[in-house]
């Protein structure tokens, strides 16, 4: 535990760091809805992968899509 400014205790969150996310979860990091998401996906925009019968979203996926966001964005900008 650490002490906030208050001089209370404060807990530390107890919640694994995920390597996986569900579409929805993906979604909420990204700010976005769960259709869009599921779109991007199903577009190969960002790579996914199956886990039995389930569809979850590597974490690093999302990091590679927003750099290729912002790149090729800069690219359109000093076109």
Do not use: H
Not at 3 to 24: K, N, Q, Y
Not at 39 to 45: I, K, N
Request: proline share 5%; hydrophobic share 40%.
């Amino acid at each position: 535990m650490t002490a906030d400014p208050s001089g209370e205790a404060a807990e530390i969150p107890t919640e694994p760091i995920r390597l996986v996310l569900t579409i929805e979860q993906a979604a909420r990091r990204l700010g976005i809805g769960r259709t869009l998401m599921y779109s991007l996906v199903m577009d190969g925009e960002i790579e996914s992968v199956t886990i039995g019968r389930l569809r979850r979203i590597p974490v690093e996926c999302l990091t590679e899509y927003v750099t290729k966001l912002r790149e090729s964005q800069r690219d359109d900008q000093a076109a």
